[in-house]
């Protein structure tokens, strides 16, 4: 095995990703060196490379990527739940000062990982881990979804969104999405009813799928006026409204005239404090067994990027042109 390897390395703040040979990491105590074949690109990336993404505390110079999948290559002191040659996948690194996937190989924290499922490639793997830990924290950690709940995600075909579909449903609610008419199609595949935010009130939506009762969960991916049309949908007293992209400044006299509940949902604490870790793992090995029952796809953009390419993934991502979530081959 080689003792150097290939990473894209961010630089400075608003430059280009620069190609860099780097040496290959060591797995310490409680690690495990993966050999990386996909990592996605999320936007929390792009914003790092641009100098916005002060809350992931990842300093320049640094190799980025938060998601990937690969292979085991090396296990780290006291790493009993993987062995060599195992196929996985996890969100575990790229902030905190952690390496990023955007290399050929990292050592990370094992319990952050979980073995990938059988009936998906590595470039879905990849896809995965960042929305559907946010998605699982929110609904099953926060609200505890269940049957015999209506359930609304705002946001419906985006990355998060199309992942808490398919949670929520799996977990026997009766869902809901708002998108575009140009996202309904694909609103309807992951088995929600749409609901064209362009067209329709809260008022009007409210009245048409909970008889002006208003829905048990509301899950924003959206952020800003989104948020605050989710108080205002939210079912009276037992209602809960979630969010994971709770930025800005908000009236909560809304959600308060309700009766109704919020949480919030961050889901980088565990790389940025080492608290949680293990149930990152546990969450992603729900991923797994949804996957591989037959509950669980991912949305992939059909343009695909190598290594070299990565900075024209970045543009993608950052420009919004993306249909689904972009994964660059490592390998």
């Known amino acids: 095995m080689s003792t150097t390897m290939h990473a894209a390395v961010a630089v400075e703040h608003q430059q280009p990703l620069v190609l860099q040979d780097l040496p290959v990491p060591q797995p310490g105590p409680g690690q495990v060196l993966v050999r990386v074949l996909a990592s996605a690109v999320n936007p929390l990336d792009t914003k790092i490379a641009a100098g916005k993404g002060g809350h992931a505390n990842q300093t320049l110079p640094a190799v980025l990527g938060m998601d990937l999948a690969g292979v085991v290559e090396r296990l780290g002191e006291d790493v009993t739940a993987f062995s060599v040659g195992a196929e996985v996948y996890g969100m575990a690194g790229g902030i905190g000062g952690n390496q990023g996937a955007l290399a050929q190989y990292i050592a990370v924290d094992a319990d952050l990982l979980a073995r990938k499922p059988h009936n998906l490639s590595m470039r879905e793997a990849a896809a995965l881990p960042l929305i559907f830990i946010t998605a699982w924290e929110g609904l099953v950690d926060r609200a505890n979804v269940r049957a015999g709940q209506k359930v609304l995600i705002h946001g419906g075909a985006g990355g998060v969104g199309h992942v808490a579909v398919q949670i929520a449903k799996a977990r026997g609610a009766e869902v809901f999405a708002t998108g575009s008419a140009h996202s309904r199609a694909a609103i309807e595949s992951f088995g929600a009813t749409p609901i064209d935010y362009r067209s329709s009130t809260v008022d009007d939506y409210m009245a048409q799928h909970t008889d002006g009762e208003g829905f048990d969960v509301v899950y924003d991916t959206v952020g800003g ?35 109704a509940t919020y949480s919030g949902v961050f889901t980088l604490l565990p790389l940025l404090t080492g ?8 969450i992603l090995a729900q991923a797994t067994r949804m996957a591989q029952a037959g509950q669980l796809r991912v949305l992939l953009d059909a343009q695909r990027f190598t290594l070299t390419e990565v900075n024209q993934a970045y543009e993608r991502v950052s420009s919004a042109g993306n249909q689904g979530k972009v994964v660059i081959d490592i390998a």
């Open 225 to 259: 006026s989104t948020l605050d049309a989710s108080f205002a949908a939210v079912k009276i007293y037992t209602g809960h409204v979630l969010s994971c992209l709770g930025w800005g400044e908000h009236k909560l006299a809304p959600l308060s005239f309700r009766g």
């Open 275 to 282: 608290t949680g870790r293990k149930h990152h793992g546990e």
